[in-house]
Structures are given as structure tokens and as C-alpha cells.
């Protein structure tokens, strides 16, 4: 039987409280260094009807291979995975596209040029915060 340790919850919710509080102060000094107004939190904020219409074709291209790789894995034996259609790397996969076409629409139509660049180093900080929380078995928390 499993036993689970009963300071699971407390560690993750200080785990989820810390990242979070890293990528929030990245991301504001980073938009105050470079002088670039803030984003609407939670919302698509797309630059233009092109950027609207990548973004949209990304996202449905996602859940498709998201609901391919589901079935293709689920047909398998459970030790026999195929990595790369498992759900956390496809995620990690979407997030990279999504953000990095941001960048190239703020970069190409953009009043203010220097967006990309916050976009680009939030891309970076989030991929490098990532690993690291994974290879330090969430900062140490397990």
C-alpha cells in the first residue's frame, strides 16, 4: 500500500506560491526595466488578427495531437510510453509555440518594439524555472 507523506499538501501549495512569486517579480522587473506596459492577466492579448488567428490554430492543433497522443499511449503497455505524446511534454511543447509566436507577432507588428523581447526572456525564465524545479525534485520539497 502507498503511504503519503501528510506535509504533501503544505509543500505544494509553498512549492506552487514560490514559483509563482519568481515568475510574477521576473516578469514586472523585466517589463519596468525594458518600459513595456503589463499585460492583462489571464487574457489572450493578442497583437493582431493574424497573431489571433495563429494562436487559435495552435491551440486546436494541440488538443488534436493531445487527444492523439492520448490514444496512441493508452493502446500501449503502461511501461511502454512513447515520451513524446505524453501530456506534460506536449504542454511544455504548446507553451513554447504559443509563446514564441507572440514574440515573432510583437516582434513584426508591435507598437512597441521591446515587447518581444520581455516575451522572449519570460520564455526563457519559465523553461530554465521549470527544469530546475523537476531536476532539485521540486526545490528540495520531496
Not at 497522443?69 to 505524453?86: A, D, Q, T, V
Amino acid at each position: 500500500m502507498y503511504v503519503v507523506d501528510p506535509m504533501v499538501w503544505p509543500k505544494l501549495i509553498l512549492l506552487i506560491a514560490i514559483v509563482v512569486a519568481l515568475i510574477y517579480f521576473f516578469e514586472l522587473g523585466l517589463r519596468k526595466w525594458m518600459k513595456v506596459e503589463k499585460r492583462k492577466f489571464f487574457s489572450y492579448n493578442h497583437v493582431n488578427d493574424k497573431h489571433k488567428k495563429l494562436d487559435w490554430t495552435i491551440r486546436i492543433s494541440f488538443m488534436v495531437v493531445l487527444l492523439i497522443g492520448y490514444s496512441i499511449n493508452m493502446k500501449r503497455y503502461p511501461m511502454e510510453f512513447l515520451w513524446y505524446l505524453e501530456p506534460w511534454f506536449l504542454l511544455i511543447v504548446f507553451i513554447f509555440m504559443t509563446e514564441t509566436a507572440r514574440a515573432f507577432m510583437e516582434w513584426k507588428y508591435a507598437e512597441n518594439r521591446k515587447a518581444y523581447v520581455v516575451t522572449l526572456c519570460q520564455l526563457v525564465f519559465n523553461l530554465i524555472l521549470l527544469f530546475a524545479v523537476i531536476k532539485t525534485d521540486f526545490l528540495w520539497m520531496i
